[in-house]
């Protein structure tokens, strides 16, 4: 069975500090992995997929197989940043359904 | 930017009851999914819906649960008899064929059973 686990409910950092949102999966095929994000009273929307290895508002995220992990990071923390962050697991067989983490909220402090 | 959309925004039923929430795709997608979120917990994968029949579905989507495109824009999740328990948000979303595996999410609707 495919589980996300987001550790953390609640992270509270202050604007400028460093970020790093934890995620660890639990898969038995090839991961694909994303993190979504839904700021205040907004949809769910996808930030940035591991397959694409890119950055998206200056946030990266790595996979690393070895330790099962997908950590989402950013150097210096903006007001802006303030959201719920879902890891997510897609499923790269059938239909790919996502699987979601519980989300950790993210509070920059100014 | 073409989005899902979802209606309504918020829908208050009495147990036993039955609710239809409705889902607007995106116009070239061609895979539908439902979720939900009970207030507090994670969101959870209910059905997957491609070539106008379920193609995966959860636990959670038992006999009171179904879907539908019945005219090829809406996409519906019909709740036949709603308990208390099925108080949640539910988020649609759509992914295009080639996608590779990003869906597309509406806002919500916020179901209350009483």
């Known amino acids: 069975a495919q589980r996300v686990t987001q550790p953390e409910k609640l992270l509270s950092v202050f604007k400028g500090a460093p970020v790093e949102l934890k995620c660890n999966y639990s898969?038995?095929?090839?991961?694909?992995l994303f993190w979504y994000v839904q700021y205040s009273r907004q949809r769910l929307q996808l930030l940035l997929r591991?397959?694409s290895r890119e950055s998206i508002k200056g946030f990266t995220a790595d996979l690393n197989k070895g330790e099962t992990s997908f950590h989402l990071k950013k150097p210096f923390a903006q007001e802006e940043d303030s959201a719920m962050y879902y890891c997510?697991?897609?499923?790269?067989?059938?239909?790919?359904?996502?699987?979601f983490g519980t989300g950790t909220k993210l509070q920059v402090i100014p | 930017e073409p989005e899902v959309t979802q209606t309504p925004s918020h829908q208050v039923t009495q147990m036993g009851q039955e609710v239809i929430l409705r889902c607007v795709p995106i116009?070239?997608?061609?895979?539908f999914y439902w979720y939900r979120q009970i207030l507090g917990q994670k969101v959870e994968f209910l059905v997957s819906?491609?070539?106008?029949?379920?193609?995966?579905k959860s636990e959670i989507f038992d006999d009171q649960f179904s879907v539908e495109r019945p005219d090829g824009s809406n996409f519906t999740l019909k709740i036949r008899s709603t308990k208390l328990e099925d108080s949640a948000m539910y988020f649609c979303?759509?992914?295009?064929?080639?996608?590779?595996?990003?869906?597309?999410f509406g806002p919500g609707t916020r179901l209350t059973v009483l």
């Open positions: 898969y038995s095929g090839s991961p694909e």
């Open positions: 591991h397959i």
């Open positions: 116009s070239n997608h061609l895979y």
């Open positions: 997510a697991l897609g499923d790269s067989g059938g239909y790919q359904k996502v699987t």
């Open positions: 819906f491609y070539n106008n029949e379920i193609s995966e």
């Open positions: 979303a759509s992914r295009p064929l080639s996608s590779y595996n990003e869906q597309f």
